[in-house]
């Protein structure tokens, strides 16, 4: 789509918002919207987080249902999002959508590992729900008794089924589609469910916010936005050219509008491309890796580096708040001090050497079932 069309839909939304809704009133008091879209400040998770739930909802609009929803706190503080039915239809059907382009069959069993259940959907559709906060052995013993033509889940629960599944030379075979959700699928990471799997392998990425934003079906390149109702917009970054940050404007939620909203993801583009399709997500900002003179690093600079040494099998980066950082890598390889070395040069010729680093070579931990594997995380909090 046009970015001038792209751009008069915004402003369309934007200036209803603004009359209508307290929290963009307080947000675009000052900005001067009508002259410069850019010059609008964007709402952002604090800052919805902070908003009282009435403030959020458009003044014509306040007799209309929401359903309430709480996100995951990735960002280690969890909100509640607000939807109206209209837009939560938008979503099932872009989500259904794109599990049929990825391969998905209406009436084909499908096992969903979530931390959520829509019973609406199971019994129509011959959907089955199972806890990703369950130990794995249960998990995968669900996973075989249920024999799923579907299976879809966070990539740390399918990973961890994966090498379940491997370890005992089993295989599941019903099985044609897998669809790794919730964190960052790279080649790697997806190298190892197509090895236990042997199966098409899709990615999604979605949000409480939205519901699904944006998908890549089984050997395609680039992702596909999920619905026309979503407006992307990309925010070059100062600290790093190859990579943008997400805006996402949803224009099917009319009651509780979320409106030029920062995800806080970065995305890299395909640049040889005209229409410049999202090519990856790449890490989110409050994980950027924080150097002494306040300048930022993206999670994306660090996976460069490290995502193609032989030998690692799994690693882990963890600034501290005293912003010396932890690497934590599991290698299939002897030559520990060799890939040690190797690690050690590749962060000092991304971050300099003004950072103190600790290398230990053990089984990196994913967490507790149902929680999120950031491999590249930092707990600094320094202003950009």
């Not at 959020?56 to 996100?71: C, D, I, N, T």
């Not at 382009?101 to 959520?116: D, H, I, M």
């Not at 794995?136 to 033509?149: G, I, Q, W, Y």
């Not at 943008?244 to 224009?251: A, G, K, S, W, Y």
Request: aromatic share 6%; glycine share 6%; charged share 25%.
């Amino acid at each position: 789509m046009p970015e001038a069309v792209v751009d008069a839909r915004l402003l369309t939304r934007m200036r209803e918002v603004a009359r209508h809704v307290e929290l963009y009133r307080r947000l675009w008091s000052t900005s001067g919207i009508e002259r410069d879209l850019q010059k609008a400040p964007r709402l952002d998770k604090a800052a919805l987080r902070a908003c009282k739930a009435e403030d959020r909802v458009h003044s014509g609009r306040r007799g209309g249902r929401l359903m309430a929803e709480l996100s995951s706190g990735s960002s280690g503080e969890p909100m509640t999002i607000y939807c109206d039915r209209a837009a939560l239809r938008a979503r099932r059907f872009a989500f259904l959508s794109a599990l049929i382009r990825s391969g998905y069959r209406p009436g084909q069993r499908c096992l969903l590992l979530t931390s959520r259940r829509d019973s609406k959907w199971s019994g129509l559709a011959r959907w089955h729900y199972a806890s990703i906060a369950e130990d794995t052995d249960s998990l995968a013993e669900r996973v075989k008794n249920f024999s799923p033509r579907v299976l879809y889940g966070p990539l740390s629960t399918l990973e961890l089924l994966a090498d379940h599944f491997a370890k005992r030379n089993e295989r599941l075979p019903a099985l044609a589609l897998v669809v790794s959700t919730a964190e960052q699928l790279t080649p790697e990471r997806k190298l190892s469910l197509d090895r236990t799997f042997g199966v098409p392998v899709a990615d999604f990425y979605g949000m409480t916010e939205f519901g699904l934003v944006a998908y890549r079906p089984p050997g395609s390149q680039h992702f596909v936005v999920a619905r026309s109702s979503l407006i992307l917009e990309f925010i070059p970054i100062p600290h790093d050219s190859a990579i943008e940050q997400l805006i996402v404007t949803d224009l099917a939620e009319r009651t509780s509008p979320l409106v030029r909203y920062d995800t806080g993801d970065f995305v890299r583009r395909d640049g040889s491309r005209t229409d410049r399709p999202i090519l990856e997500f790449a890490g989110r900002e409050f994980d950027c890796i924080a150097l002494p003179n306040g300048c930022r690093v993206s999670p994306y600079r660090i996976d460069v580096a490290l995502e193609h040494l032989p030998e690692l099998r799994a690693y882990e980066v963890l600034q501290q708040p005293d912003l010396s950082i932890d690497v934590t890598i599991d290698v299939a390889s002897r030559n520990v001090d060799g890939i040690r070395s190797a690690i050690a040069q590749k962060l000092a010729a991304v971050l300099g050497n003004a950072l103190p680093v600790r290398i230990a070579a053990e089984a990196v931990r994913r967490g507790p079932p149902g929680t999120k594997f950031r491999p590249i995380r930092s707990l600094a909090r320094i202003s950009a």
